[in-house]
C-alpha cells in the first residue's frame, strides 16, 4: 500500500510541478495555456528541478523503481488532458482565469484503483508489489472522461503570473472523484 502511494504521488508531482511554470511578461491566460500545453506534452523532466522534494522520474521516494510500463501508462493519461482558459479576471496581483478542461477523470479512476487495491488487501491473500502495480496499470486503461470547468488561481510574483497549486487547480486538472451510490 505504501507503493501505491509513491505512485500516485509521482504522478501529481508531475501535474503540480506544471503549475510552477510562468514566463515573462505573459499574461495569466497565456500562462494557464502554456500549462496545459506542457500537460499534453506529457514531459516533466525540466519541470521537476522546481519541486523542493525531488522525485526522479521513475522512482518513488525511497529509490524503488516504478516500471517502464507503468510510468508510460500514466504519463499517457496525462497526456490525453486537453484544458482551455476560457476568461481572465485580474486584481492587482491576483488573477482568476476560468478553463474548460475535456479529458481523464484522474481522481475518479485512481478512487476506482484504490477501491479495487483495498479489497484486495482484505481479501486475506498476500498482494505482492508487482500485482498491485499491475491493478495501477489496468486501472489506466479505458479511464473515465469528462469535460469540466473550473478557476485556476494565479498570483504575480517578480513580474511573472505563476499558478497557485490549490483545490480549484488539482479538480479541474485530475477531475473529481465521487463515491458510488450503494443501495
Not at 510500463?69 to 479576471?89: C, H, P, R, Y
Amino acid at each position: 500500500m505504501k507503493n501505491l502511494k509513491k505512485l500516485t504521488a509521482v504522478v501529481l508531482i508531475g501535474i503540480l510541478a506544471l503549475g510552477l511554470v510562468a514566463c515573462g511578461t505573459k499574461t495569466p491566460t497565456d500562462v494557464v495555456n502554456e500549462y496545459f500545453s506542457e500537460i499534453k506534452k506529457g514531459d516533466n523532466s525540466e519541470l521537476n528541478d522546481l519541486i523542493e522534494d525531488k522525485v526522479k522520474t521513475g522512482e518513488t521516494k525511497d529509490g524503488k523503481e516504478v516500471s517502464k510500463d507503468t510510468e508510460k501508462a500514466m504519463t499517457n493519461v496525462i497526456k490525453q488532458i486537453d484544458g482551455k482558459a476560457t476568461s481572465e479576471k485580474i486584481d492587482g496581483d491576483n488573477a482568476t482565469v476560468n478553463v474548460t478542461v475535456k479529458g481523464p477523470n484522474i481522481s475518479q479512476m485512481m478512487l476506482k484503483f484504490i477501491s479495487q487495491a483495498m479489497q484486495a488487501a482484505f481479501s486475506g491473500k498476500q498482494v505482492t508489489d508487482a500485482e498491485m502495480e499491475k491493478m495501477l496499470q489496468e486501472s489506466f486503461k479505458n479511464p473515465p472522461t469528462d469535460e469540466r470547468t473550473g478557476e485556476i488561481h494565479l498570483t504575480k510574483k517578480d513580474n511573472e503570473w505563476k499558478i497557485q497549486t490549490d483545490d480549484g487547480l488539482m479538480n479541474v486538472v485530475l477531475g473529481k472523484a465521487e463515491m458510488p451510490n450503494k443501495k
